[in-house]
């Protein structure tokens, strides 16, 4: 498994999937998240260096 810290959070957004095809286009890897997890997924730009797209929901503190 791929940890997702220290990468850098690329987050905040309401659809994975959407953001997903961005980075994909720009020219990112997916590392994890092939079983597409609800909260986040990892990935690597074009020189390897791993980020995280995370939800919104990921950022609020559960109660």
């Known amino acids: ?10 987050g905040g957004t ?4 959407v953001a997903e095809a961005k980075v994909l ?3 990112a890897t ?8 609800i909260s986040y997924r990892v990935y690597a730009d074009s020189v390897g ?6 939800t919104r929901e990921s950022l609020t503190p559960s109660k």
């Open 49 to 54: 260096h791993p980020f995280c797209l995370i």
């Open 1 to 10: 498994m791929t940890p997702c810290h220290p990468s850098p959070h690329l």
């Open 25 to 27: 286009d720009l020219g």
């Open 30 to 37: 997916l590392l994890e998240g092939s079983d597409k997890p």
């Open 14 to 17: 309401s659809d994975l999937d």
